[in-house]
Structures are given as structure tokens and as C-alpha cells.
């Protein structure tokens, strides 16, 4: 069974603190990662993408992979209360298969 | 550019009843994914279409659910009969994979089956 592993949280953080959420899958085999923002009742919103080894930046947000450590990692500096919401790792494996992770509820307090 | 679209917005319906929710992804998106997101856990993928294909259905609970994609554009997904345990939102996504795999979602369908 392939799985995505998220803490559920809640991750709480001072505004202006850097938040670090994580992600741990089980498919050696993926190949594309993602992280979504979902705020209580909308829908998921896309963040940010990575696909290779390293670290790639974007704005306030840097994600980064570890293939071999089959590890996924989200970083949002200078946080603030608008970053509050559950993040959600998702993972897109072998043959198209697509899994999300729980999610950790981020909470940025003023 | 208009986004995916999704209706109802809500439907409460009796267990053993019928539904259908109706989905319009991006224009010019060759995919579409069907999720059922649970309260407090991650979206999890019922069906993928690419253009009126089924990639990947393997978590449909075919018993009950059914989902189709005429013509490579809109879908619906029916589920019949309803469970107490199909109460969720029901997410439509679409992605255009001629670039990289990332998923455009619509507001989705809250449903409380009773």
C-alpha cells in the first residue's frame, strides 16, 4: 500500500518564524511532488511543485526533496497569520498514481 | 482564464438514495481527477480520466460509484446507493500533462448523506 506521511499537527509558530511542515512517501518510484494550501472549507490550492533532488524556491515558500531519504519538505519564511491553513504533500507515483497526505494544520500566531 | 467548475455546491440526501455531481475543468485540461476528501483527512483519488479514458480507477467503489467522461470534456460522478460513510466534499481537479502534473481544484460538492 503506498503511502504519504504528514505530522497532523497542529504546528504552531510565531509570526515572522520560519515554518518547516514534512512529508515522508513510500513509493521509491515517484517522481513528481507537491504541496497544496487548504484552507478550512475551500478546496486545495497548489503551492508549489519539485521534481529533482535539491532545494527550489519561490517567493517566502522553498521546497525540498531527498529521494534517497524518500523525504519532501516545505519551508515558509517570515510567516504570517494568512499562512494558517493545513498543508497537504501530495505525491505522484508509478503508472499515475496520485496520493495526498493528511495534511499538517499550520498555526500562525500574531 | 475560467477555473474548473463544479455543481451542486451541496446536496443532503437520504442513505439509499441516488446523487450525481457534475464537473467542468479547465479549458484545453486533458485530465480530470475525481477525490473524495473526508473531514480531517487528505483528498483521496476515486477516478482519473485522461480525455474520456480511464487512467486510474482502482479506489472506485465500483458497487456504488460510477463516474464518465464524454466527449474529453465534462464529468459526472453518480454514487447509488449512498452510504452514511459517503458523506465528504467531492473534489474534481484537472491538470494539463502536457507540462508538469499540476492539479487545478474546483470548490467541490459537500455531501451529507442522512
Known amino acids: 500500500q503506498k503511502e504519504v506521511e504528514q505530522n497532523s499537527g497542529p504546528l504552531s509558530v510565531p509570526e515572522g518564524a520560519i515554518a518547516s511542515l514534512n512529508c515522508t512517501y513510500s513509493d521509491r518510484g515517484s517522481q513528481s511532488f507537491f504541496w497544496y494550501r487548504q484552507y478550512s472549507g475551500k478546496s486545495p490550492e497548489l503551492i508549489m511543485s519539485?521534481?529533482?533532488?535539491g532545494d527550489k524556491e519561490d517567493g517566502r515558500f522553498t521546497a525540498q526533496l531527498n529521494k534517497a531519504s524518500q523525504y519532501v519538505s516545505l519551508l515558509i519564511r517570515d510567516s504570517q497569520p494568512s499562512d494558517s491553513a493545513t498543508y497537504l504533500c501530495a505525491v505522484e507515483g508509478q503508472g499515475f498514481s496520485f496520493i495526498f497526505g493528511k495534511g499538517t494544520r499550520l498555526l500562525v500566531k500574531p | 482564464e475560467a477555473g474548473v467548475a463544479q455543481s451542486p455546491r451541496y446536496k443532503i440526501i437520504e442513505k439509499r438514495q441516488s446523487v450525481a455531481f457534475w464537473c467542468n475543468p479547465i479549458?484545453?485540461?486533458?485530465?480530470l481527477y475525481w477525490y473524495q476528501q473526508i473531514l480531517g483527512q487528505g483528498p483521496k483519488l476515486l477516478i482519473q480520466?485522461?480525455?474520456?479514458?480511464?487512467?486510474?480507477d482502482s479506489q472506485l467503489p465500483k458497487d456504488r460509484f460510477s463516474a464518465e467522461r464524454l466527449k474529453g470534456v465534462d464529468s459526472t460522478l453518480k454514487i447509488q446507493p449512498a452510504k452514511l460513510e459517503d458523506s465528504a466534499v467531492y473534489l474534481c481537479?484537472?491538470?494539463?500533462?502536457?507540462?508538469?502534473?499540476?492539479?487545478?481544484f474546483g470548490p467541490g460538492t459537500r455531501l451529507t448523506v442522512l
Open positions: 481537479a484537472s491538470s494539463n500533462r502536457a507540462g508538469a502534473n499540476e492539479q487545478f
Open positions: 519539485i521534481y529533482s533532488n
Open positions: 480520466f485522461q480525455n474520456n479514458g480511464v487512467v486510474d
Open positions: 479549458s484545453g485540461h486533458a485530465t
